[in-house]
């Protein structure tokens, strides 16, 4: 897949917009947008500065040159990396399903696409799939069919939809359901093909899908026996 990372955003609900139009401006214009509560003990909120531990997370697929300007960005304009700023960090991809939805995420990012070559003797893959509100169950049946055991969703906003309802030539509802599924690599493939096929972009689930690298894991041993 080359150099292509998801990027997580962990910050204030209140200043979450601040880190949203900061995207924008650097042409990152599709990201999904969920709630979070932070888990520090207070001792670790005061020494952070911390007032608050409800956030905002923010996922977001960019390419290395551009995760190092927003960084850059980040850690100058809204100052991130000060006491009580939030956290933003990347993880690469290793595989995205299908050129449309590849043209999707980037949008308005100048990609060229270079060969598989990140973390690939790994024995396990999140697969990620992000779609509209309501087709957990048909996307699940899929996954399922295809050899998965389980996931877990999580409700989001997406933004940036205007230049992506452009783009697919539809309207496109902000609200998301992010899938998250463990799977063995060898498993990966076809499972996300499962998913594509039933309820890719072509279909009303509008589902787009990706997988990173688990480097280890903790829990999955019972079921895979």
């Known amino acids: 897949m080359g150099s292509l990372y998801l990027m997580t955003t962990i910050v204030d609900r209140k200043i979450a917009n601040k880190y949203i139009d900061l995207f924008h401006h650097n042409n ?3 990201s999904f947008l969920s ?3 932070g888990t520090a003990a207070n001792d670790i909120l005061d020494y952070l500065g911390l007032e608050s531990t409800e956030k905002a997370v923010a996922f977001s697929v960019l390419e290395e040159a551009s995760w190092t300007n927003i960084k850059r960005q980040m850690e100058k304009k ?11 960090f990347i993880i690469p991809l290793s595989s995205i399903g299908g050129k449309k939805t590849l043209q999707f995420l980037l ?3 100048d990609y060229q696409k270079e060969e598989e070559t990140t973390l690939k003797n790994t024995t396990h893959e999140l697969i990620t799939v992000i ?3 309501g087709y ?3 996307i699940m049946d899929a996954a399922r069919e295809a050899g998965a055991y389980g996931g877990t969703v999580i409700h989001a906003k997406g933004t940036g ?3 992506a309802e452009k783009f697919m030539g539809v309207s496109l509802a902000s609200e998301k359901e992010i899938l998250f599924i463990v799977t063995k690599t060898e ?3 076809s499972i996300m093909q499962a998913i594509m096929k039933k309820a890719g972009l072509d279909s009303k689930a509008k589902a787009i899908t990706f997988s990173l690298p688990v480097t280890d894991t903790a829990g999955l041993r019972l079921i895979e026996d």
């Open 161 to 163: 939809m205007e230049a």
């Open 78 to 88: 809204l100052k991130i990396d000060a006491p009580g700023g939030g956290i933003s």
């Open 187 to 189: 498993q990966k493939n």
């Open 35 to 37: 709630l979070g509560f």
């Open 131 to 133: 779609a509209e509100h």
């Open 28 to 30: 990152l214009h599709v």
């Open 107 to 109: 949008e308005s990012q």
């Open 136 to 138: 957990t169950e048909l």
